[in-house]
């Protein structure tokens, strides 16, 4: 990994806990790489049915001395904070002023232990809707704990992903050369956009799995299909990726009954 290799995740604390606390709760590689003199890098490996990426967690005590040029290099922001702090409206502000610094991140996660004050819940809702509120020892951990956010990190399309080797991938001629092993999908290009985390409104249309669409074109939305997922809480939230999913699958040209039960529907 080059001196200019920022692939991953910016992991900064503004509380007591130590950034490289997460990292063996992600199950990342735990002898971290200093390759940088503000960033301890511990690489995590992500894999997918469909892709697999080598990226970073980039473990940083102050990342303000970090210049703008770093900081939009990351796909993903991760903050740990405490939700029993006597001034939050403190710690709000630094998560915005740091959000807006890395202006390419698709992912942000806002990390603590519990929060069960309301007027900090509240404050998210309303002033840090970027964020994603993850607890670590919450009580569902799927839907906003550990596990939730090893899902948001398996769900993004990392700008050095791989797809799968053909022999892996059912058999279809639709399927793009460039989404094969020995390539890679460039962010940009597959976002469709120049600034992946400028998504305007209206290029999150609903899903249709019942569509017929090819491959490239359904892989072209994925960057709009995860900004929307992020709007999206619990329930409405599985019913959109099972729709992706759907979607996908028929895109690829394979055998609908393979999909009989996914529908949480018919649970």
């Not at 490996?45 to 990351?74: G, M, N, R, W």
């Not at 058999?171 to 094969?180: A, D, F, Q, V, Y």
């Amino acid at each position: 990994m080059g001196p200019e290799d920022l692939t991953g995740v910016l992991v900064t604390s503004i509380c007591e806990k130590i950034p490289s606390s997460l990292a063996s709760l992600l199950e990342a590689n735990d002898a971290p790489v200093q390759h940088h003199p503000l960033l301890q890098a511990y690489p995590l490996h992500v894999k997918t049915k469909y892709f697999t990426a080598d990226i970073h967690l980039f473990a940083c005590k102050d990342p303000t001395d970090l210049s703008d040029d770093e900081l939009s290099q990351f796909e993903a922001l991760i903050v740990l904070f405490d939700a029993n702090c006597d001034n939050f409206k403190e710690n709000a502000e630094q998560l915005e002023q740091l959000r807006n610094r890395c202006k390419n991140s698709e992912i942000n996660l806002a990390v603590c232990e519990l929060c069960e004050n309301e007027a900090i819940k509240r404050i998210f809702k309303e002033r840090l809707s970027e964020f994603e509120l993850i607890e670590t020892e919450a009580e569902d951990q799927d839907e906003c704990g550990i596990d939730r956010m090893k899902e948001a990190l398996r769900m993004h399309t990392w700008s050095n992903l791989i797809m799968h080797d053909r022999e892996r991938l059912p058999p279809n001629s639709r399927i793009p050369e460039h989404l094969i092993t020995g390539g890679t999908v460039p962010l940009q290009e597959s976002a469709g956009s120049s600034n992946p985390a400028e998504i305007p409104d209206d290029a999150n249309p609903p899903v249709d799995p019942e569509a017929d669409i090819s491959f490239e074109e359904v892989f072209a939305k994925f960057a709009s299909f995860k900004s929307r997922a992020l709007t999206l809480e619990g329930d409405e939230r599985r019913k959109f990726a099972e729709q992706v999913v759907t979607q996908f699958w028929k895109a690829m040209g394979q055998d609908d009954s393979e999909l009989a039960g996914l529908d949480s529907d018919s649970e």
